[in-house]
């Protein structure tokens, strides 16, 4: 057997029309439902059937017919130095990529797709999303196929000689590094609060109250509809308006806490990270199966994280900052939700160390935090002077001191909460007291450090570092002058000691 004829190209699954067309479908659900009760409403049956019948059938074959144009004008060709996909029914759009820019291949099955027996296969550039390509759809194995051939040419080895219709070789055992299972899922989704769910259901019970039989927004309304027999509630005066807004109160949170619950079922159901000889591959999903290998190579940074709530019960997360894509996908969720002690054999794995007792923190500038309150009071004061002029003298100093008082606490919090550290091997920033968070970047793997001194902290002496992480960023503010130039030469010294071709040949040897 040998390997499909490069610069052949190929199309997706057939079926793949037929996903896709559901998919449409499913857009032209709310359209035919209000238009079908509209016309019903009116009585005239003949008319639905003369005019409205018709309609669907035309709108229900225009959609398959365009989504078979779709499939049928879209090729890909897994070429010997690139992939290259051209699709376009009236316009014809040509994308090439090679093999050197894909830093992974991501395995996608949505709930339709995985009907079907279908894969999505992402391939991820590193340059952001607009340039990523995708291939919808083909089938489990193919996908498999398609996802080791890409890597193989990537790193330049080769693969076992097998043809397009042949099973691939299954994967060694993998090691399991942490998995959720249902009554942690749902633990999650209790912490997965959504004010924004909230705040939209409010303002569609507002927008959308003509629906409702009585005045959503009227307490005496409420009142009238849980008073019950005897109307019990009338007499309770005060007292009922404070029930009829606990209850109120107490349905958007129980929305609130539901949409979260079941949204984070549906992304975290089955989770799964293991240790394979790729990297770290996680599984996850109920509806969207999710299949990620993220190759511990690639990874330049760690990120663990925390809430205002949950820190108080010991969860955390933990994201890795890698050279998959940009900052915004490239923070891989490693682990959504679990204690340190379950988190530190993961971070063990990829080859960096969480924080000892023994390692040194250091604070940023008193400088930078006092200059941060001043310029917050001095627009305070900006403001309660707005206030004045315009008359409204009895409000002028509530921004002084309920503004000043904020940015007081405010910078004086991050004073005491946001550190740096410079280990051996790595760095650590900590930031934040609302939600705090740490960052572990590998000083070898950093790719540039730059001081930022703006005109203030020029008089003032003291700075920020920036350093270059092709996945992300990290910074550290308000650092001394002299501390930060010391930091910048021991981060210079670390980045030339290490050898990149090490790196790539790791990664071939691990690929």
């Known amino acids: 057997m040998t390997e499909p004829l490069e610069d052949t190209p190929r199309r997706t699954d057939p079926r793949t029309f037929a996903v896709r067309a559901v998919a449409m479908l499913s857009q032209l659900v709310l359209p035919l439902v209000v238009g079908g009760f509209t016309i019903l409403d009116k009585g005239d ?3 639905a059937l003369l005019y409205f019948l018709p309609l669907v059938v035309l709108a229900v074959g225009a959609n398959i017919f365009f989504a078979y144009l779709r499939w049928a004008r879209f090729t890909y060709t897994v070429g010997a130095d690139d992939i290259r996909v051209e699709s376009g029914v009236l316009s014809r759009e040509a994308r090439s990529v090679p093999y ?19 894969v999505e296969v992402k391939f991820e550039t590193g340059a952001g999303g607009g340039d990523d390509l995708k291939l919808a759809y083909l089938p489990e194995v193919e996908g498999e196929r398609l996802r ?10 080769s693969l076992p000689e097998q043809n397009i219709d042949t099973d691939i070789a299954p994967e060694p055992d993998a090691r399991l590094l942490y998995e959720m299972g249902p009554g942690r899922v749902f633990t999650f989704g209790l912490f997965e609060f959504s004010l924004a769910v909230v705040a939209v259901v409010a303002g569609a019970a507002q927008q959308l109250d003509f629906l409702l039989p009585f005045e959503v927004w009227d307490w005496r309304s409420w009142r009238e509809q849980i008073a019950g027999p005897g109307q019990w509630l009338a007499g309770l005066g005060v007292l009922a308006q404070l029930v009829g807004g606990v209850i109120a109160v107490g349905s ?17 159901w089955g989770f799964r990270l293991e240790r394979t000889d790729k990297g770290l591959r996680r599984r996850r999903g109920l509806l969207t199966r999710t299949d990620l290998v993220m190759p511990v190579h690639r990874v330049q940074a760690l990120r663990l994280s925390t809430g205002l709530v949950r820190r108080w019960f010991g969860w955390h997360s933990l994201k890795l900052v890698s050279l998959a894509s940009d900052s915004g996908s490239a923070n891989h969720e490693a682990v959504p939700f679990a204690r340190l002690k379950e988190i530190s054999p993961v971070v063990a794995e990829t080859g960096f160390e969480l924080p000892d007792s023994e390692i040194e923190w250091h604070r940023s500038s008193r400088r930078y935090r006092i200059d941060g309150f001043l310029m917050g009071f001095f627009l305070m004061i900006a403001i309660a002077a707005a206030l004045f002029v315009s008359g409204n003298s009895y409000l002028a100093f509530l921004p002084i001191i309920a503004g000043g008082g904020w940015f007081a606490l405010h910078e004086y919090m991050r004073w005491r909460w946001d550190r740096h550290a410079l280990g051996q091997r790595q760095l ?20 540039s450090v730059e001081i930022v001194r703006n005109p203030l ?25 002299a501390d930060a130039m010391r930091i910048r030469d021991a981060v210079l010294s670390s980045m030339g000691e290490q050898d990149f071709s090490e790196v790539v040949e790791a990664g071939s040897q691990s690929a």
């Open 457 to 481: 902290a020029r008089v003032r002496g003291y700075a920020d570092i920036r350093f270059g992480l092709a996945g992300g960023h990290l910074r550290m503010r308000g650092i001394a002058l």
């Open 45 to 47: 049956f003949g008319d």
């Open 100 to 118: 050197e820019r894909i830093q992974d291949v991501s395995i996608e099955q949505k709930f339709v797709p995985r009907l079907f027996g279908l």
């Open 252 to 268: 958007l949170i129980f929305i609130g806490v539901a949409t979260g619950v079941v949204r984070t079922v549906l992304r975290e």
């Open 428 to 447: 650590y920033t900590r930031h934040g007291w609302f939600a705090p968070s740490m960052a572990i970047a590998s000083r070898e793997k950093l790719q």
């Open 148 to 157: 080791e051939l890409v890597r193989s040419r990537r790193d330049g080895s």
